[in-house]
């Protein structure tokens, strides 16, 4: 199996803590459908700034990131269809897949 990140971009916005908690339960039952496949349940993350060779910007562009999760996967492919099922792409966000390469030193 091969880990693979999901990198979580666009903040969802909530018209009321009702709202909120909905999507944090359906957040929490598609963790959970996941079972083993999840390596790093991950975290939120706040404003963002980019560092470059320019120098900082911040808000960290055009796609902010808003939060990770590591799973595991036997490819891409499989790594996409659990992150098609995700709620975050229900309230416009959108979910980066990558691959975790392995570093040989």
């Known amino acids: 199996m091969q880990k693979y990140i999901f990198a979580y971009h666009g903040t969802p916005k909530f018209e009321t803590p009702q709202e909120g908690a909905k999507h944090m339960e359906e957040w929490q039952g598609w963790s959970a459908s996941l079972g083993d496949a999840i390596v790093d349940p991950g975290i939120p993350v706040g404003p963002s700034m980019t560092v470059?060779?320019?120098?900082?910007?911040?808000?960290?562009?055009?796609?902010?990131?808003?939060g990770i999760t590591i799973i595991q996967a036997e490819s891409i492919d499989a790594a996409m269809k659990m992150a098609q099922s995700c709620p975050h792409i229900n309230l416009n966000g959108t979910i980066e897949v990558a691959e975790a390469m392995k570093m040989e030193m």
């Open 52 to 66: 470059t060779s320019e120098g900082i910007v911040e808000g960290g562009g055009t796609n902010p990131l808003s």
